[in-house]
């Protein structure tokens, strides 16, 4: 007999349960392609804000950088007022429409 199929209740796919993770930042179980997102949002953020470097040593940068939200996924990042970058949403590639 089969997995039960259940919802994820990140994302709202059926996968079977046993494949579901306990996430420990949201406390819910989550499916491994959330899982797996979850690390490439990491990565993103590290490479885009530089976030395991010390915060003293970009503390002017940070004034110059507006919050933005992507149209076409939502997600959320800074750009930099003065280069106007990145021009693309790190996620999902879109391109950046307003500043």
Known sequence: MGDIMILCKKCGNKVPASS???DLDEKKMICPDCIKNKG???EIEKDVFHKDVMPDKFADEHIHKIAHKCTSCGYKFKI????KKPR???YCNARVMSF
């Open 88 to 90: 693309n949403c790190p």
């Open 80 to 83: 930099d007022q003065e280069t």
């Open 40 to 42: 490439i949002h990491k």
């Open 20 to 22: 579901l993770k306990l």
